[in-house]
């Protein structure tokens, strides 16, 4: 049974912006917290964004002030918006529920690869 898609990475200029979208299944959706990990190459994955239901919202360093991570939950879809993109900012991203200490509690779907480069 699936229960995360990822969708929205493509190739990106640096400076550019995505809309990564990622539905979920209900139950998958209903747990506390969802968030957005990535993983670039030779990197281990690493948690960059996370939302409650109640909407309050986390982030990394590394993209605090430039990703927006926002969800719908009656459509159980989460969506990060991506601004004013790095060449670090390529990975692979996914998206999962997340426990208290940032950890994804279900298996991967199959990510949706950033690439930003000129």
């Known amino acids: 049974q699936v229960q995360l898609v990822e969708s929205g990475g493509d190739l990106v200029q640096p400076g550019g912006s995505l809309r990564l979208s990622c539905a979920a299944s209900?139950?998958?959706?209903?747990?506390?917290?969802m968030g957005w990990y990535r993983q670039a190459p030779g990197k281990q994955r690493e948690l960059v964004a996370t939302?409650?239901?109640?909407?309050?919202?986390d982030y990394a360093d590394s993209v605090q002030g430039r990703f927006t991570i926002s969800r719908d939950n009656t459509k159980t879809t989460v969506w990060l918006q991506m601004n004013s993109l790095k060449p670090e900012d390529t990975a692979v991203y996914y998206c999962?529920?997340?426990?208290?200490?940032?950890?994804?509690?279900?298996?991967w779907g199959q990510g949706t690869q950033v690439t930003v480069s000129s």
């Open positions: 939302i409650n239901r109640r909407g309050s919202t």
């Open positions: 209900v139950r998958l959706f209903n747990s506390n917290r």
């Open positions: 999962n529920s997340v426990d208290p200490l940032g950890r994804a509690t279900s298996s």
